[in-house]
């Protein structure tokens, strides 16, 4: 019998010395994943291979049972009436054999030895590693390793055309909640930049969750937006008015419904040709209609510049973002934590296993009625880390990495659905809990309703400590604050792995509770926390926008190195000259025709 598995359970495995081989359906995931390295080696708990044990026995052994390291039959006993009889030839072949057993026995003897030694070796740094998290760092940045963010460009860059030169207009529907229409808006300044078109301020759908006719107007600082952006697209507020037979009315726009996803080549393609048909076009929906991944660095650039630096909230947004920043902060270090534990969100997740029966009956319903249908089993969905963490899960997370009941938080959510019987567990752990609405009194208040207060959210989020988010997916507000955070000083982010926790959570459900904190511990020390690491598959380019947007001061490989000082300079001293040849080409348009250029369009 020996020691193995979790939480000290005991596994037998034959005689006390032969434990050569495991079920791996027993061990935990990181044994499991790794095969023994040859026959006469055992999968270890701790994810290492350990020789067979009961060396000594070697050497009394056939050499089919040592060579098979199985757990073996006993030997058949002599029968004392049959004498036994060797031959010479015999006698000498187990005279030669000794040497060989007592040298097998040996090496097996030393290996034991050394495996012995890593393994408590690793299992001391295993457990410095897991006792030596020090939440007070967490507190603070990341470290930068020379890293800064830079998304201006560092190539030539030539300006919009003018007004007399674009291919035509390009107006969008983004649809969807905040975030993803802030994608959208991103990836619409890259298709007019693409198309060599002028884009007309982007429409925002009145979103069906928050009912909120704001508007891009009533978000976003529309002046600084244009100013922003204006050596990289021409924006207009609204469809130029055409002169035809000496009557003016607004141009129409042809409707094209844009492929999910699509290549930069179908907007050089079969947008541009219908642009330069009809003179303008109406892209509807606009949400995820453009690919992430684009080979073009300048490209991504310009969505950086769009999402960290154009899109910025309107004046009583950002003062009130502010004055609760403040407030928190005058308390000392606060973390934030978007709980995405709603309606919507569920529903779209398929987890709804863990509510009562009217409360399944409504997400159901939310479903049916607002997404595609398909099957989803609980159980499998929350294998794969598709449902949201509950508030209880996030502040087991939180206590097992060693935050304490002191810890500041604020809560960015909407509508927690099930009730507050969901919170009572996380309020019990984490009692100093704030919102909006517990902060922003009176006026602030009047300012976090509906997609503001969702604005507020995020930029309360964007200048936390530490942000926590329990649900990221594409174009929404973890996805696309963790980008943000990443790009304005590696800010901490502290990102469950909500695959890997998921049967940690099953297990204490089911009442195995031994080693929980530490297990949860070790899967969230392989967190990144904010610092720069190299994107990969299936991570979104607004979550993590490294190396494309960032640059060092002393590269290693040139296509990192940061772009001169005076960049914009350069881009200004372009665009006034672009301009003024533009006035000379409309005034010799002028004198060569009477008709104003929009009536060729």
């Known amino acids: 019998m020996r020691e193995g598995g979790e939480g000290g359970k005991r596994v037998r495995g034959g005689r006390s010395q032969w434990h050569c081989r495991r079920n791996p359906a027993s061990l935990p995931p990181q044994?499991?994943?790794?095969?023994?390295?040859?026959?006469?080696?055992?999968?270890?708990?701790?994810?290492?291979?350990?020789?067979?044990?009961?060396?000594?026995?070697?050497?009394?052994?056939?050499?089919t049972e040592r060579l098979s390291c199985s757990v073996p039959h006993p030997p058949p006993k002599p029968n004392p009436a049959i004498p036994m009889r060797r031959s010479p030839g015999e006698a000498s072949l187990r005279r030669r054999r000794a040497p060989v057993r007592l040298c097998v026995a040996l090496a097996a003897l030393v290996a034991c030895t050394i495996w012995l030694w890593s393994s408590s070796a690793g299992l001391t740094l295993a457990s410095y590693k897991a006792h030596d998290v020090d939440v007070n760092k967490l507190w603070r940045t990341a470290e930068s390793k020379g890293w800064r963010a830079s998304s201006a460009p560092r190539s030539y860059w030539p300006p919009p055309p003018t007004e007399f030169e674009t291919n035509g207009y390009l107006r969008v529907r983004c649809n969807?909640?905040?975030?993803?229409?802030?994608?959208?808006?991103?990836?619409?300044?890259?298709?007019?930049?693409?198309?060599?078109?002028?884009?007309?301020?982007?429409?925002?759908?009145?979103?069906?969750?928050?009912?909120?006719?704001?508007?891009?107007?009533?978000?976003?600082?529309v002046p600084h937006f244009i100013k922003t952006l204006k050596y990289d697209v021409r924006i207009i507020t609204s469809f130029?008015?055409?002169?035809?037979?000496?009557?003016?009315?607004?141009?129409?726009?042809?409707?094209?419904?844009?492929?999910?996803?699509?290549?930069?080549?179908?907007?050089?393609?079969?947008?541009?040709?219908?642009?330069?048909?009809?003179g303008a076009i109406y892209l509807t929906p606009f949400s995820h209609r453009m690919a992430e991944d684009i080979n073009d660095p300048e490209i991504q650039r310009l969505r950086c510049r769009v999402n960290y630096h154009a899109l910025r909230f309107k004046p009583n947004i950002m003062k009130t973002s502010s004055e609760i920043v403040n407030k928190l902060r005058s308390e000392g270090h606060f973390?934030?934590?978007?709980?995405?534990?709603?309606?919507?969100?569920?529903?779209?997740?398929?987890?709804?296993?863990?509510?009562?029966?009217?409360?399944?009956?409504?997400l159901i319903k939310y479903r049916k009625e607002n997404f595609a249908e398909k099957e989803l089993v609980y159980r499998e969905r929350r294998l794969i880390g598709k449902c949201p963490l509950t508030p209880e899960e996030v502040g087991l997370i939180l206590r097992a990495m060693g935050f304490d009941n002191t810890t500041h938080i604020y809560l960015a959510s909407g509508e927690l659905f099930g009730g507050k019987h969901f919170m009572r567990p996380f309020k019990v752990m984490f009692p100093r809990l704030e919102n909006h609405s517990s902060v922003g009194h009176g006026k602030l208040e009047e300012n976090t309703r509906g997609l503001a207060g969702s604005a507020v959210d995020y930029m309360?989020?964007?200048?936390?400590?530490?942000f926590v988010p329990t649900y990221d997916g594409p174009s929404n507000f973890a996805n696309n604050l963790m980008g943000h955070r990443l790009y304005y000083g590696f800010r901490t982010t502290v990102t469950p792995n909500r695959k890997a926790l998921a049967p940690l959570f099953m297990d204490r459900e089911e009442g195995q509770t031994a080693g929980f904190e530490e297990r949860v511990k070790q899967v969230m020390l392989t967190s990144h926390f904010g610092g720069p690491h190299k994107r990969i598959h299936p991570e979104s380019f607004y979550t993590n926008s490294w190396p494309e947007c960032f640059c060092q001061v002393n590269p290693v490989n040139r296509a990192d190195e940061c772009p001169p000082d005076n960049i914009y300079e350069v881009l200004e001293n372009q665009f006034l000259s672009e301009e003024g040849l533009g006035e000379v080409k409309a005034t010799n348009q002028a004198d060569s025709t009477s008709q104003p250029e929009e009536t060729t369009i």
């Open 31 to 63: 044994a499991a994943e790794v095969p023994p390295e040859a026959s006469g080696t055992a999968a270890n708990p701790n994810g290492t291979t350990a020789m067979c044990s009961g060396t000594a026995a070697l050497t009394q052994r056939s050499e």
């Open 176 to 221: 969807g909640g905040l975030n993803q229409q802030r994608t959208a808006i991103c990836n619409a300044v890259v298709a007019a930049r693409i198309m060599n078109a002028t884009l007309v301020l982007p429409e925002l759908d009145t979103n069906s969750f928050w009912h909120d006719e704001s508007g891009f107007v009533g978000i976003y600082d």
């Open 240 to 278: 130029p008015e055409i002169s035809t037979n000496g009557k003016s009315k607004k141009l129409k726009a042809h409707q094209i419904r844009p492929p999910r996803d699509a290549p930069v080549t179908w907007y050089k393609t079969v947008a541009l040709e219908k642009m330069k048909n009809y």
């Open 335 to 362: 973390m934030s934590i978007h709980l995405r534990f709603e309606m919507d969100m569920l529903a779209f997740a398929g987890c709804i296993d863990i509510f009562t029966p009217q409360e399944q009956k409504m």
């Open 460 to 466: 309360v989020c964007l200048l936390s400590d530490i």
